[in-house]
């Protein structure tokens, strides 16, 4: 045995349980539970009925995987924190597109044997047609098991958690999208999504508050966008010099142009449903059959 398989084979696996959630993601299942497995003490996944070969690859790694409807992130996040047998002190979210840079696991293991946090917030680095951007999200991702839930809405949902929160070194590679084609199919889909979650004028995921936290002050300006006088032009320069995505050249301001052509269309939407009187039929995926092989739920 090399000195880096023994190393691998003795490391210490860290107190942490990962939880995903699938829906046909066998273009990322292999490379996302190659970056985890061996690293966490357990991995979950609750699949939404996948066509694919994600269950196939999932039970090759030995991880545990249950079946559900799929009704909105916000119900399935928390029918997975409360429904799994998660026995790890901890647990994490992470989506089947993101993976763990070394130095972002040594962060978190740090911080877990430390115990100096109840929440750990990371550092989600963006991606976009196949390369890195100079952008990055702090995300809450990670807490003790038992002490979070989820926001109860269709999209965009968000951890709540209460306690200290550390923010731990590392990236977590948001590598989303294969190519372009599929990055604005998904964006279509959520557009439509938020936009009804407007229609219906559903409440948001946290009070509205722009001297909060910073969720607060997220779902503050998420309230008040539309209210915003040349609101696209300086959320694109917001994006483009504030987030840093200037940096990337061309790469980057096309992402900046995007991004803000997707908080557009979803004021377009709503627009045209608030003009016909009725909302959009929600984006529907083919599902598979229940997999026998695999713990059913409803």
Not at 35 to 44: D, H, P, V, Y
Not at 259 to 276: C, D, N, P, T, Y
Request: hydrophobic letters at 45%; charged letters at 25%; a positive charge.
């Amino acid at each position: 045995m090399s000195k880096t398989q023994a190393n691998k084979s003795t490391r210490p696996i860290v107190p942490l349980a990962i939880v995903m959630l699938t829906l046909n993601e066998a273009h990322n299942m292999e490379a996302v539970l190659q970056n985890i497995s061996g690293w966490a003490q357990e991995i979950f996944i609750v699949d939404s009925y996948s066509t694919d070969a994600t269950i196939d690859i999932a039970l090759k790694y030995g991880v545990h995987v249950v079946q559900r409807a799929f009704s909105g992130f916000g119900n399935q996040w928390n029918f997975a924190l409360e429904g799994l047998p998660i026995n790890a002190p901890w647990t994490m979210k992470l989506d089947p597109d993101e993976r763990l840079t070394p130095e972002l696991k040594v962060a978190i293991d740090t911080a877990i044997v430390g115990d100096a946090a109840d929440a750990l917030i990371v550092n989600r680095r963006l991606w976009f047609m196949g390369r890195p951007l100079p952008v990055r999200q702090k995300l809450v991702r990670i807490w003790r098991t038992g002490a979070c839930k989820f926001s109860d809405v269709l999209v965009n949902e968000h951890p709540l958690v209460e306690g200290r929160f550390a923010l731990v070194p590392g990236d977590l590679e948001h590598r989303d999208s294969p190519n372009l084609q599929n990055w604005w199919d998904k964006q279509n889909r959520y557009t439509t999504v938020e936009a009804v979650e407007f229609f219906r004028k559903s409440k948001l995921a946290a009070e509205p508050n722009l001297f909060g936290s910073a969720l607060q002050r997220r779902m503050w300006m998420k309230a008040n966008f539309r209210k915003i006088p040349f609101r696209y032009a300086l959320l694109f320069f917001y994006q483009l010099f504030a987030l840093g995505a200037w940096r990337a050249g061309r790469l980057g301001i096309t992402w900046a142009h995007l991004r803000a052509e997707v908080h557009r269309m979803i004021e377009l939407k709503l627009i045209e449903m608030q003009s016909l009187g009725q909302e959009y039929e929600l984006p529907r995926t083919k599902l598979g059959k229940p997999d026998p092989r695999v713990q059913q739920y409803k």
